[in-house]
């Protein structure tokens, strides 16, 4: 399984990254898989340096903020408008409950504009699997004020975890345990004011998070808006995390 990070800015599109968008590749049946995780505003210029706009297999929506889901109406032009020809109809979107209509309401102009002639959505369910491909990916229900999921995401043998939006909740243990890689949000500074709870974490409460799910190999902090310090983040969560803090790198492409 290989992670390439399209976009890792917290909360608004960065100088240096698009807002949150992961591409997840794994080869299965003599073809690359490609599974977004998020399509956040500006993502969606920067996945056509990593793969073919048709040759997106299905979307999975943490939740319905913009930073999260905004370009999703952009891929709606992109299949319904090319030149050729609509691309098939049907591709898989999981998200929240209101996802569809969310993106009816981002796409439409005067007034909402249903984007079901090309995707095909389906409302996640708190520990439900979701099989596309050769990802199951497991959605956990964690603790944002909007309906928000984490997902656990498998293939060849490797597990991915991605908190998505979240503070320290009891589904985190789940969600992260035993992970080859644990994608964490890391948008709060702990002792800032804007330090609330029940939205973000902190470096520190990431680290705690992975350390208390127990079996962690690697943690890599992500949604870090551009107005945090990404070493003071780090430096945060290295104060519970014993091994290295990497920091989610906008383009770049791990192997897990």
């Known amino acids: 399984m290989r992670l390439i990070v399209i976009g890792c800015s917290g909360s608004f599109a960065g100088p240096d990254s698009p807002a949150s968008c992961y591409l997840v590749q794994s080869e299965h049946e003599g073809r690359t898989w490609n599974l977004l995780l998020d399509l956040g505003n500006g993502a969606l210029g920067a996945l056509q340096r990593h793969v073919a706009l048709d040759a997106v297999d299905g979307v999975m929506l943490t939740h319905l903020h913009p930073d999260h889901c905004a370009d999703l109406a952009g891929y709606f032009v992109v299949r319904k408008y090319m030149p050729g020809g609509p691309l098939p109809g049907g591709l898989p979107v999981h998200g929240p409950a209101g996802t569809r209509e969310r993106l009816a ?68 243990d789940e969600l992260c345990a035993d992970a ?44 870090i808006p551009p107005w945090n310090d990404p070493r003071v983040c780090q430096d945060q969560a290295a104060t519970v995390w014993s091994g290295d803090v990497e920091l989610a790198c906008a383009g770049r492409t791990y192997e897990l």
């Open 105 to 172: 309401r981002l796409y439409g102009a005067d007034a909402p504009e249903d984007v079901g002639d090309q995707f095909t959505f389906t409302e996640l369910a708190d520990r439900a699997p979701v099989r596309i491909g050769p990802f199951a990916v497991t959605p956990y229900l964690v603790h944002h004020p909007v309906e928000a999921y984490g997902f656990r995401v498998e293939a060849d043998g490797a597990v991915l975890a991605y908190t998505g939006d979240t503070d320290a909740c009891p589904a985190l």
């Open 180 to 223: 080859d890689l644990v994608l964490a949000d890391s948008a709060f500074v702990d002792g800032r004011d804007d330090d609330l709870q029940g939205v973000h974490l902190t470096g520190s409460r990431a680290a705690r998070a992975v350390v208390d799910a127990g079996g962690v190999k690697r943690l890599m902090l992500t949604h």
